[in-house]
C-alpha cells in the first residue's frame, strides 16, 4: 500500500510520567481541542509506544512528531527539525529509550514513499517522577502547539498552491 497523498498525521510522543517527557502527549491533548487543526488531520497520542506506532505512521505522506527533545537548548526550548536535520539525529536526543531517530529509521525502511517529516521538539528541563510539566516547558506549550499549527497551515498552503 501507498502513502496516501492526503494523509497528515501529528504524532505526540512521551511519558506523562516523566515530567517534561509527556510534552508531545500534553500537546496532543490541546490540539484536539484547537478549532485550527483540520478535521482531516490524524492526531495519535504515542506515548512510549516506539516502534508500534510503525501502522499509524507508515502511510502518511506529511508526519509532525511532538516530543520532548535534548538539544542542548535552555529549558523550554522550541525546536523545529526537518529533511537531513532530522537524518543526522543522535538516536539519544530523545529523551525516550527507544527515540524518534528509531522511528524515523523504521519509517525509511519499511515505507513505500518517504513522507514529509518535521520534528517539533521542547527542551526538556526534568524527566523524573511527576505527572507535572517543569515550569519552563509549561510556559513553552503554548509555543509548541501553536508551532504545529502553524505548520499544518503551512502544508495546507503549500498543497493549495500547488
Known sequence: MAAR??????????????????AGAQ?????YEDGRVPGEVFLVEGGTLGLELLPYVWDCSRLIVIDAVDVGEAPGTVVRMSGEEL?????????????VSDLLVALRVLAQRQPEVTLLGVQPANTDWSTELSPAVAAAMNVLVEATVKELCRQEKAESTA
Open 27 to 31: 500537546a496532543i491533548k490541546r490540539l
Open 87 to 99: 537524518n543526522s539525529l543522535p538516536g539519544n536526543s530523545s529523551v525516550h529509550q527507544l527515540g
Open 5 to 22: 497523498p492526503d494523509k497528515t498525521v501529528v504524532l505526540g510522543l512521551g511519558n506523562v510520567l516523566h515530567a517534561d517527557d509527556g
